[in-house]
T-cell receptor, first 112, second 117 residues
Framework: RKEVEQDPGPFNVPEGATVAFNCTYS??????FFWYRQDCRKEPKLLMS???SGNEDGRFTAQLNRASQYISLLIRDSKLSDSATYLCVVNLRAGTASKLTFGTGTRLQVTL | NAGVMQNPRHLVRRRGQEARLRCSPM?????VYWYRQLPEEGLKFMVYLQKENIIDESGMPKERFSAEFPKEGPSILRIQQVVRGDSAAYFC???????????????FGPGTRLTVL
């Protein structure tokens, strides 16, 4: 079983649609959680951190369910510029180490 | 405030040559991480360094790969005797000091795309 699993997509949605991505992680001791965005052939960019209580940043809402080891990202009112690959990322901390474990990403294509 | 800097952005090597990838962390960041992304795959952790110390190298291949982060200058990822399978994008990330219980976000550089002929 992969440490972080995501549906690879692609998700093809029209502008203005609401789209949701899900992610599961296998290590119950995981400490912190993030969504990154990666455009084609570019570096991952931090989209938002995910808090236990859930958090919202404009059109983006992230949720964390520790009991189910499940993370979600909701994008409302999709824009063409939202087209990218969305990476679910988990911080597996052991001692002083702080390495990130990435899912393979969910590809989103927003169309006119 | 400059972000994480990596150079070169593109590197072509023939099999058997050495590749040196450099990373300068964001100002004020003392922790550096290297990740590798093979074509059509997710990013994989390679190594985590602080100044003059390797903290976690659990993701590094046992042979040919080494990393350092000297007291002065950038972090270096060195690949000796490259093979075609080393062709990938190598990303460096940095973070400020680790805070227990904190989010400890990492910020990525633009990557070095290594092509081995």
């Amino acid at each position: 079983r992969k440490e972080v699993e995501q549906d690879p997509g692609p998700f093809n949605v029209p502008e203005g649609a609401t789209v949701a991505f899900n992610c599961t992680y296998s290590n119950s001791a995981s400490q912190s959680f993030f969504w990154y965005r990666q455009d084609c052939r570019k570096e991952p960019k931090l989209l938002m951190s995910v808090y236990s209580s859930g958090n919202e940043d404009g059109r983006f809402t992230a949720q964390l369910n520790r009991a189910s080891q499940y993370i979600s990202l909701l994008i409302r009112d999709s824009k063409l510029s939202d087209s990218a690959t969305y990476l679910c990322v988990v911080n597996l901390r052991a001692g002083t180490a702080s390495k990130l474990t990435f899912g393979t990403g969910t590809r989103l294509q927003v169309t006119l | 405030n400059a972000g994480v800097m990596q150079n070169p952005r593109h590197l072509v090597r023939r099999r058997g040559q050495e590749a040196r990838l450099r990373c300068s962390p964001m100002k004020g960041h003392s922790h550096v991480y290297w990740y590798r992304q093979l074509p059509e795959e997710g990013l994989k952790f390679m190594v985590y360094l602080q100044k003059e110390n390797i903290i976690d190298e659990s993701g590094m291949p046992k042979e040919r790969f080494s990393a350092e982060f000297p007291k002065e200058g950038p972090s270096i990822l060195r690949i000796q005797q490259v093979v075609r399978g080393d062709s990938a994008a190598y990303f460096c990330a940095s973070s400020p000091r680790i805070v227990a219980g904190g989010l400890n976000e990492q910020f990525f550089g633009p990557g070095t795309r290594l092509t081995v002929l």
